[in-house]
């Protein structure tokens, strides 16, 4: 999500939200392309994420494919539309706090699991 600059990773666009960037200079056809390129984009990312855990070598894993293509897809616009819009203060305690706290929890759970020396 954060390759494709979606929500809640595209705090850097947030002070040109009204501007719309460089998009504000096209319409009609050069605007759909701009839009049809992030699809693909979209799209090629999350083929690459889910051809890393399952390689569409049959026909039967090209439809698992697709379908776990059209899955994660999902999962990203749903994350999108549950962070609509993080604050800066917001986004750095979820990023610093919350992730600190999951990853002494992590390192905790291996030295009691693994036996770390």
């Avoid at 390759?3 to 460089?22: D, G, Q, V, Y």
């Avoid at 998009?23 to 799209?43: D, K, M, Q, R, S």
């Avoid at 897809?73 to 750095?92: G, H, K, P, Y």
């Amino acid at each position: 999500m954060g390759k494709l600059r979606l929500n809640p990773f595209s705090m850097p666009e947030a002070e040109t939200e009204i501007l719309e960037r460089l998009l504000i200079e096209y319409g009609g056809p050069g605007l759909a392309l701009f839009e049809l390129a992030h699809a693909v984009e979209t799209y090629v990312l999350a083929s690459v994420l889910v051809s890393t855990a399952v390689p569409p070598a049959t026909p039967s894993g090209l439809a698992i494919h697709l379908a776990l293509c059209i899955a994660v897809v999902a999962v990203f616009t749903l994350v999108e539309c549950i962070v609509a819009r993080l604050r800066l203060d917001q986004a750095l305690k979820f990023y610093a706090v919350y992730s600190t706290l999951l990853g002494l929890a992590g390192l905790i759970l291996a030295a009691l699991w693994g036996g770390i020396a």
